[in-house]
């Protein structure tokens, strides 16, 4: 008889990049059950010694969702064990430390505050930098086959994600409508092996970045938190996620906004 999924079993599949065996256990539908799920599995972490340094927010581009069967943005924390800041070289990255790896172009906001109000302006009140970004993803389900509710069980799927250099807020110098719609029009080109394969902007993430968390802000609240003060948050892909293999070099080309792209090399 299969059994239920266990947060002891998501956890092992992530921290080894191994595949789950899907007729050893039951499906999962339950939202509520994979949030308990995701929680027991913050609590071991926390407990290993992990420290939590903000969220990554998953599906936020309408554009994916009839690939992957999943029809609404999902949310998981990033820790300080998966966070790695990019420098001016290529980052090195082991893709045998994931199950079937696949790469996002993102943005990343930086939050001095809790947002006051679950609007992309408050969010954008609360902000202190915005960055580039690159999440790796992967999937404990083979064949990146999954519910809604399962890929919020398995840590959001997040893997690692790439931290590129952090630009102020401030710096923007723009009224905040004008700054909104800035990040809407943000531009990315992704590139592998000098080829460019996806392209994508600002505003696929539920409009934009800003409101990209202010519906985090939104769904945190209906369960009586906030984001908490100093956290990141990766926003969501500009593109469909692509699948990584070694021996790749993956780039990005931004436009529209004062931020680098980043190199990662695929070992």
């Given at each position: 008889m299969p059994e239920p999924l266990s947060a002891a079993t998501m956890l092992d599949a992530c921290d080894h990049g191994r595949s789950l065996d899907r007729a050893r256990f039951e499906p999962l539908e339950n939202l509520a059950d994979a949030e308990a799920l995701q929680t027991s599995i913050s609590i071991a972490r926390l407990a290993r010694g992990e420290r939590q340094v903000g969220y990554k927010i998953g599906f936020t581009n309408r554009s994916i969702w009839p690939l992957y069967g999943v029809f609404h943005p999902i949310w998981a924390p990033v820790w300080d064990t998966t966070l790695i800041r990019a420098g001016a070289a290529p980052v090195a990255l082991d893709a045998a430390r994931f199950a079937e790896p696949r790469i996002e172009p993102e943005i990343v906001v930086g939050l001095r505050a809790a947002p006051a109000a679950d609007t992309p302006q408050a969010v954008l009140d609360a902000a202190d930098w915005i960055a580039h970004g690159l999440e790796i993803v992967h999937s404990p389900f083979p064949g990146w086959r999954f519910t809604a509710a399962e890929?919020?069980?398995?840590?959001?799927?997040?893997?690692?994600?790439?931290?590129?250099?952090?630009?102020?807020?401030?710096?923007?110098?723009?009224p905040a409508g004008q700054t909104l719609a800035r990040l809407a029009g943000i531009e990315v080109e992704l590139l592998c092996d000098g080829r460019v394969v996806e392209r994508g902007r600002g505003a696929n993430v539920l409009d934009g970045p800003m409101h990209a968390i202010a519906h985090l802000s939104r769904e945190l609240r209906?369960?009586?938190?906030?984001?908490?003060?100093?956290?990141l948050i990766s926003t969501g892909t500009l593109t469909d996620a692509r699948p990584i293999v070694p021996g790749q070099r993956w780039e990005t080309r931004l436009h529209g906004v004062d931020l680098p792209g980043l190199a990662l090399d695929i070992r």
């Open positions: 890929a919020f069980a398995a840590q959001g799927l997040h893997g690692a994600l790439v931290l590129g250099p952090q630009l102020p807020v401030a710096s923007l110098g723009l209906r369960r009586g938190r906030s984001i908490e003060p100093g956290s």
